[in-house]
């Protein structure tokens, strides 16, 4: 049997909270002090990987057409009404406002698989962290904040609205999901990511800025298509968290794992064992990998080995993000 969970941890009673384990609620709202140092805006700095030489430039907030009015010299040749102009006899210009804020969907994991870490976080905490961070970000810049929280058992939804109530709802939100999981939690069927990018898919019918937390645990040949889908007519950024045991498992290592309800030993002391296991975690992580390249969307990979923020600061070309 191949498990879902490895190496979770317990919260122990009488320990109290540790952050690199759970967030809670005040722990995400404090995170809007750094996240003014984000900026999830179109123009991006030359080293961001959102900047259009590294991938896909956002396309931003849409149009509001405004008015027709005559052409003044200055105006742009590009925006001149030719319909209107060859029926009037004179000049004519489409004259158009940026809209004023912008829809986001922030799809957050926390199933059982994400609550792993081998080194200093686990993977729900970046996810959580990494989310707040957008969150706030984007509300400073304006625009619409929503999202789904997905665990094992129910995706919890969040339509956009720009207030600091739906932050502070939203945010709830992830800090409820997230100091839910434990390693003794049983689980009768694992999340499906294909079922909540179908809801996202519903929601976000066109110029959503969508952005997707996730380890991406249990994607199949149905996950492309609706990665396709969501990115055609809206900003699709993945975020994608993992553990340094995802890039090479140790030798003579034991881990004991557990899918909730059954529990195995895996020894890689066995080299074919840890050869599968490593080609497991690697296709999953080449293949959004390969997605993003084929659909020229923005990857930003997350490790739990550093704080979101700093990981954040030097993937978006900001000063102060550690390497």
Do not use: C
């Amino acid at each position: 049997m191949m498990a879902k969970t490895v190496l979770t941890h317990s919260r122990q009673p009488g320990h109290g909270h540790d952050p690199r384990i759970h967030v809670d609620l005040n722990q995400l709202l404090r995170l809007a002090g750094p996240a003014r140092r984000l900026s999830l805006l179109p123009r991006q700095p030359a080293s961001s990987v959102l900047n259009g030489r590294h991938a896909s430039k956002l396309r931003g907030r849409g149009l509001n057409f405004e008015e027709l009015r005559h052409y003044l010299p200055g105006d742009d040749t590009r925006t001149i009404d030719w319909k209107v102009t060859a029926r009037t006899g004179e000049p004519y210009v489409r004259v158009y406002t940026e809209e004023r804020d912008r829809p986001a969907l922030l799809v957050v994991d926390q199933r059982m698989s994400m609550f792993f870490g081998s080194r200093v976080y686990m993977k729900s905490v970046i996810a959580a962290e990494a989310a707040a961070l957008a969150a706030h970000s984007l509300l400073a810049q304006g625009d619409r904040i929503g999202g789904l929280v997905f665990n094992d058992e129910a995706i919890g939804e969040h339509r956009p609205v720009r207030s600091p109530v739906a932050l502070h709802r939203f945010l709830a939100s992830v800090a409820r999901a997230n100091t839910q999981l434990d390693a003794a939690r049983v689980v009768a069927q694992p999340g499906s990511l294909n079922a909540v990018l179908r809801a996202a898919r519903r929601i976000a019918k066109t110029n959503y800025l969508v952005l997707v937390f996730s380890d991406f645990d249990g994607t199949d040949d149905d996950t492309e298509p609706l990665i396709r889908a969501l990115a055609r007519h809206n900003d699709l950024i993945l975020f994608s968290i993992s553990d340094p045991l995802s890039e090479a498992l140790p030798e003579g290592f034991r881990i004991t794992a557990s899918d909730g309800v059954l529990q195995a030993e895996i020894d890689t002391t066995d080299g074919r064992v840890r050869n599968r296991m490593e080609e497991m975690i690697r296709g999953r992580l080449g293949d959004i990998s390969k997605w993003a390249r084929k659909y020229g969307l923005p990857f930003l990979p997350l490790t739990t080995r550093r704080p979101a923020m700093d990981q954040l600061l030097r993937l978006m070309g900001q000063s102060g993000g550690h390497g």
